[in-house]
């Protein structure tokens, strides 16, 4: 507990005790990748950094209520400021759907080497107790038997793998995506500039 207190006392708080993550910019582009100058704010991806900047903080701070502050040599417009705000909600959610799309394709995966693994089984068990106990096996018999019981259990394995290593992960950076998206942005200037 001592960590997590030591972590967010990095972070400036507001009266309410919500956690403030601090972005700094000159200008309002800054904030966006720039590979298309042309587009509006509302359709452009956010800086890569900037993006996962926001990501690590949020991870970092836990379930702390939160704002996000972005401080610019000038306050933008009020219009301004409100596509910002829609851009970053639209984004996060966005990469919110991939992450989603990106489980329920390991979901997918996971039951069909489950149930791969389950019919492989189904078979080795079957064809094992089909051989007459008292009539020699042959070689290749055993080692189909054998063979097809150690396929199985690897599926199965494999299935339970999915589930422990890429699942959880997947579902707390979807959960992440969505705080970031819900999160309120206010603006202000920096110190010490007047415009």
Same mark, same amino acid.
């Given at each position: 507990?001592? /960590? ?23 200008? *309002? ?11 509006? @704010?509302? %359709? ?19 379930? *702390?209520? =939160?704002? #996000?502050?972005? +401080?610019?040599?000038? *306050? ?6 409100? %596509? #910002?705000? +829609? ?20 979901? %997918?995966?996971?039951?069909? @080497? ?7 089984? =189904? ?7 089909? /051989? ?16 097809? +019981?150690?396929?199985? $259990?690897?599926? #199965? ?6 589930? /422990?290593?890429? $699942? $959880?992960?997947? %579902? ?14 206010? @603006? ?8």
């Amino acid at each position: 507990m001592a /960590m997590k207190k030591d972590i967010l006392e990095r972070y400036d708080r507001l009266d309410d005790g919500r956690v403030v993550i601090d972005v700094y910019a000159s200008k *309002v582009e800054e904030l966006y990748e720039d590979f298309d100058k042309q587009a509006p @704010f509302h %359709r452009k991806d956010l800086d890569e950094e900037l993006a996962a900047y926001l990501f690590d903080c949020v991870r970092e701070i836990g379930r *702390v209520d =939160f704002i #996000i502050r972005i +401080t610019l040599d000038a *306050v933008p417009s009020a219009e301004l400021q409100e %596509r #910002i705000r +829609t851009s970053l909600k639209k984004f996060f959610i966005y990469q919110r759907g991939l992450e989603s799309a990106s489980m329920q394709q390991l979901l %997918r995966k996971s039951l069909l @080497f489950f149930l791969s693994g389950m019919a492989l089984l =189904f078979f080795s068990l079957w064809f094992g107790g089909s /051989m007459i106990p008292e009539v020699r096996q042959l070689v290749y018999e055993r080692v189909l038997v054998e063979g097809v +019981t150690i396929a199985s $259990w690897v599926s #199965i394995w494999e299935s339970l793998s999915i589930l /422990m290593f890429n $699942w $959880w992960p997947a %579902r707390l950076r979807i959960r992440l995506n969505s705080r970031i998206a819900d999160a309120e942005v206010q @603006f202000q200037s920096h110190p010490g500039i007047r415009r």
